[in-house]
């Protein structure tokens, strides 16, 4: 759960690769958004030399019961994953490493890439989001429970101890939530990091359109007029 821009893609690649290559990892899904898919399939190779299928490959679309069954890397679209066509048959086939990224789609119990993702065969399971907590905390309550079950009790129970009541994004005793969030999440922050980026400054420049532009700007406002 680190913060925006510190590398939980990389940190995420680093350990699929260190469980590859200890033997611990045969078959690995990777579940992204949709306009992720290509990304993470190329930066895979490139900065990894780990080869993944992905539900953009035509072998998805024409031959999914064999795609999901023989292929042991797949990087998969959730939207593909979780659908009716598909969700049986990725549930259905045995996972070492399952890695889904922008977690914090996964909020909610009643979302069916949460119940995509909990009903899952493997054994890991690694969550990536800037956000753990956007509405409300029950939201990591349901995070926590696909990572492991059980850790933060029941919802009941979990809300009664650790939700305030007039602020269900505040915590009451934070300390002792922290201590046991400490042993399933990583938290860092730009402030813990030690980044030192260059200052950035914001200036405006005037670009004029050459005539031919400015023709066409002043149609297409005429048209949407």
């Known amino acids: 759960a680190d913060e925006v821009g510190l590398g939980k893609t990389i940190?995420?690649?680093l350990v699929l690769k260190e469980y590859v290559v200890r033997g611990l990892v045969r078959r690995a899904l990777i579940l992204v958004p949709p306009n992720l898919v290509s990304q993470w399939v190329e930066e895979l190779s490139t900065k990894f030399?780990?080869?993944f299928a992905s539900t953009a490959d035509r072998r998805c679309r024409r031959e999914p019961e064999r795609f999901w069954k023989e292929e042991p890397r797949i990087v998969a679209s959730i939207a593909t994953a979780r659908s009716a066509r598909h969700a049986p048959l990725v549930q259905?086939?045995?996972?070492?490493?399952?890695?889904v990224d922008e977690a914090h789609h996964l909020k909610s119990r009643r979302n069916r890439g949460w119940r995509l993702v909990s009903d899952l065969p493997r054994r890991f399971v690694l969550l990536l989001t800037a956000t753990p907590v956007q509405n409300d905390l029950i939201e990591l309550h349901n995070l926590i429970t696909l990572l492991s079950p059980g850790t933060l009790e029941t919802e009941s129970a979990f809300r009664k101890r650790y939700v305030d009541r007039k602020d269900p994004r505040k915590p009451r005793n934070p300390e002792e939530l922290r201590a046991l969030l400490a042993g399933v999440m990583v938290r860092n922050t730009r402030g813990l990091s030690g980044?030192?980026?260059p200052p950035r400054f914001a200036s405006t420049h005037v670009a004029r359109p050459a005539a031919s532009e400015a023709d066409l700007y002043s149609r297409a406002d005429a048209i949407a007029g």
């Open 49 to 51: 030399g780990l080869e």
């Open 92 to 99: 259905g086939a045995p996972w070492d490493l399952v890695v």
């Open 195 to 197: 980044v030192d980026l």
């Open 11 to 13: 940190e995420a690649c």
